[in-house]
């Protein structure tokens, strides 16, 4: 089992940045990947930081924008969102663990998850 606890979120301004973190309890090699959920829609993949291929992939819609990062001594997965927007506003979570037969961006892939941490961007 593995808890992962998210911080880091908040309100800005549009254009502003902010960074979200994500610890983990121990050590994964499993992908580690933010999602968010904005109110009225669905759960949406963000960025994943997969070990095992050395691979970070990312939404369209942050790509330039947004930066996932691991430190794999800190156990903790960063998210860093420059340039933000009020359409980035969403409950950001954090997610790890794997089960086969999912995409790197369907939220079904991961086993466990955070409890997520608030981000709101007004214009």
């Known amino acids: 089992q593995v808890q992962l606890v998210e911080s880091g979120g908040g309100s800005v301004q549009a254009g502003e940045s902010l960074r979200l973190s994500c610890k983990a309890s121990?050590?994964?090699?499993?992908?580690m990947a933010w999602f968010r959920q904005a109110p009225g829609k669905e759960r949406e993949g963000v960025g994943v930081s997969c070990m095992t291929t050395g691979n970070t992939y990312y939404a369209d819609s942050v790509k330039g924008r947004f930066t996932v990062s691991r430190d794999n001594h800190e156990n903790t997965l960063y998210l860093q969102m420059n340039n933000l927007k009020p359409e980035d506003t969403a409950m950001y979570y954090c997610?790890?663990?794997?089960?086969?037969?999912?995409?790197?961006?369907?939220?079904?892939?991961?086993?466990?998850w955070g409890q997520g941490t608030q981000v709101t961007v007004s214009s």
């Open positions: 121990k050590y994964t090699t499993d992908c």
């Open positions: 997610a790890t663990g794997f089960v086969p037969g999912f995409s790197t961006f369907d939220q079904r892939r991961y086993t466990w």
